[in-house]
T-cell receptor
């Protein structure tokens, strides 16, 4: 299994531009999570999907952030317009089910730099 | 609300010595606790989990964790540290949020530095 695949690995953009991060979860997993990691705030949950449906988006910072999961094998996180404070590493993770004993499988992350 | 706390930002240990990375938790019901490790420029990797049963949980790479209900702790341990164990370690708890949906909460992470 290829694991959780994220693209791009690195993204450098200018303030005001639209940024789209992509994630392919592990086949058969029905839960998908987007996290953001910064030195100041640590690992923050942005949004959680179950069976392609957004369940909890309370961590999404503001309206500039949006996430979609059009099918079981693909999710996007979009920032429009981007700001320098959005610079962080964004991780996607998937999980086989919804049980509390299920572990998360993380992608390698997207390092986003907004200039 | 559920939470985990990792009181140490960094732990330094000499190679070959035992190591402990501390974690305490707060949950309303039964705790479902996890440890993850993050190597530089990589995503988090699962190490071990506690669901129920034996208080000493064994995981990957020779790590183990001790669950202590009375102290609400779940400390990560290893009898003999390796330089390759140097990484960032996260404690996590998985529970249901107020809406009845599962929620995973991570600690702030502890950087483990194993000195040759």
């Amino acid at each position: 299994d290829a694991g959780v695949i994220q693209s791009p690995r690195h993204e450098v953009t200018e303030m005001g531009q639209e940024v789209t991060l992509r994630c392919k979860p592990i086949s058969g997993h029905n839960s998908l999570f987007w996290y953001r990691q910064t030195m100041m705030r640590g690992l923050e949950l942005l949004i959680y999907f179950n069976n392609n449906v957004p369940i909890d988006d309370s961590g999404m910072p503001e309206d500039r952030f949006s996430a979609k999961m059009p099918n079981a094998s693909f999710s996007t996180l979009k920032i429009q317009p981007s700001e320098p404070r959005d610079s962080a590493v964004y991780f996607c993770a998937s999980s086989p089910g919804t049980g509390r004993f299920e572990k998360l499988f993380f992608g390698s992350g997207t390092q986003l730099s907004v200039l | 609300a559920q939470s985990v706390a990792q009181p140490e930002d960094q732990v330094n240990v000499a190679e070959g010595n035992p190591l402990t990375v501390k974690c305490t938790y707060s949950v309303s019901g039964n705790p479902y606790l996890f440890w993850y490790v993050q190597y530089p420029n990589r995503g988090l990797q699962f190490l071990l989990k506690y669901i129920t049963g034996d208080n000493l949980v064994k995981g990957s790479y020779g790590f183990e964790a001790e669950f202590n209900k009375s102290q609400t702790s779940f400390h990560l341990k290893k009898p003999s540290a390796l330089v390759s164990d140097s990484a960032l370690y996260f404690c996590a708890v998985r529970d249901l949020n107020s809406g009845g949906y599962q929620k995973v909460t991570f600690g702030t992470g502890t950087k483990l530095q194993v000195i040759p």
